[in-house]
């Protein structure tokens, strides 16, 4: 009996420890501090959803930039406006794939020294949204950028919803 209750536990500690050491993420899969990473690109797109929730401003989804905020803290301010674009939306179009998806973006300087950064993703290997449009609103802190807004609109493939700007889902 005093036998069977050893096992017992010893079992349960083991998979306690197999369990708790799933949960646990490596250097490797951040594209900031990872120092073997010869870009900032991933193939997985960091989790920045915020515990707040999207909502809709002036025709637009404006997300929390807290958990970005925390990312772009972490890597010490010598990132550029693109640089800070491509970590939020790492994904890179690849030119053997069907189809003529493009990835464009822009930065335009504002009042008050903020930088407004525009990611546009046209002609997406989707079947109901063709185009993505990101908006990062970046201000000067020192040698760093904070991100004070993030806003998505996309358009819609003709037939499936918004062909315009807008926030409805496509179908």
């Known amino acids: 009996m005093r036998r069977s209750k050893k096992l017992f536990t010893l079992f349960t500690v083991i998979l306690f420890a197999l369990l708790l050491s799933c949960n646990q993420t490596s250097d490797r899969d951040d594209p900031i501090n990872n120092k073997n990473s010869d870009s900032l690109h991933t193939d997985k797109q960091p989790n920045l959803s915020s515990t707040e929730p999207v909502h809709a401003v002036g025709g637009a989804l404006e997300e929390d930039p807290t958990d970005l905020n925390h990312l772009l803290s972490a890597h010490g301010g010598t990132l550029t406006p693109e640089q800070i674009m491509k970590i939020y939306y790492p994904h890179e179009v690849n030119p053997?794939?069907?189809?003529?998806?493009?990835?464009?973006?822009?930065?335009?300087?504002?009042?008050?020294?903020?930088?407004?950064?525009?990611?546009?993703?046209?002609?997406?290997?989707?079947?109901?949204?063709?185009?993505?449009?990101?908006?990062?609103?970046?201000?000067?802190?020192?040698?760093?950028?904070?991100?004070?807004?993030?806003?998505?609109?996309?358009?819609?493939?003709?037939?499936?919803?918004?062909?315009?700007?807008?926030?409805?889902s496509c179908t």
């Open 96 to 168: 053997e794939e069907e189809g003529n998806e493009t990835i464009t973006i822009s930065k335009k300087e504002l009042e008050g020294g903020t930088i407004k950064v525009c990611l546009i993703d046209d002609n997406m290997m989707d079947d109901s949204q063709k185009t993505s449009k990101i908006e990062l609103t970046l201000e000067a802190v020192g040698p760093a950028w904070k991100v004070i807004k993030i806003e998505k609109q996309w358009k819609c493939y003709e037939g499936r919803g918004h062909t315009d700007w807008g926030i409805q």
